[in-house]
């Protein structure tokens, strides 16, 4: 793979300090600092989350190009429906432009999108173009975008353990039975390998209900750009710092992540 010059403000070229061979496959994102980068700016919150889009796309493709296979994005928390109806409104419009106009160039470029999330609550109009969406890209399988909307980790883990309780009771498996593993298979993100890292915005130390099972053993990198501002240049700069961790997984060895080695999209 050949990685395009990519120059910091030091005039480093960033691309040469990537070691191709511990490209993370999983990266997950908390896009977090619209609100406060379009304030600062004396605009409107809903800026922000016009330029995050932006963001977004050049994240996508930078992922992608880097040999990455999966980036799962926090978009919507079960914790945003207590902003202002107007943003609320403001970010469900987004979400359905954004399908709108941008679906066919993710198809061209070979991306499966998913969201995962409970949906429900969502317009019938935006669920309409997400099912499309997801259905338009199910056979793409050389990179996977997860669009997290309406999610919450710990809603997550809840709705797993009914499942089990459920299937429990009805004697269909023995609590004896009820695994790590089992309760992977339940989750939303079932069959995707464990993201490696954790990259969030804005400087927030915090991981607010987000991949709460699934990060269990993910490096956190927190960047200090709001995410209107990130950039290629500033994700360069995650991944060679995820580089030069030990991750050691609980032992005392450095070791590979090997917990979901049969995942369709790991290599
Ligand atoms: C966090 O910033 C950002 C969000 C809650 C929304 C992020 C959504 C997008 C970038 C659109 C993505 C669209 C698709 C279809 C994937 P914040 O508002 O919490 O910022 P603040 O912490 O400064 O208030």
Redesign the pocket.
Known sequence: MNLEKIIDKKNTDLSKKIDKQKVPEHVAI??????????KKGLA?SF??N???N??KEILKASKNLGCKVLT?????TE?WT?PTK?VDF?IN??S???EK?IDEIHQESIRIKFIGDLTPFPATLKKLIQNAESLTKNNNTFL?N?C?NYGGRQEIVKVAKEIASKSLSGEIKPSEVNEELFNSKLLTSGIKDPELLIRT?G?KRISNFLLWQLAYSEIYISEV??PDFNEVEFLKAIIDYQSRNRRFGGIESLPNKSFKDSKYSS
């Open positions: 908390i896009m977090d600092g619209n609100g406060r980068w379009a304030t919150r922000g989350h330029k995050g889009v963001v977004l994005v926090y978009a919507f928390s945003n902003r943003e970010l987004l979400f432009e954004v399908l941008q975008l669009v909307a804005s927030e709001l995410w």
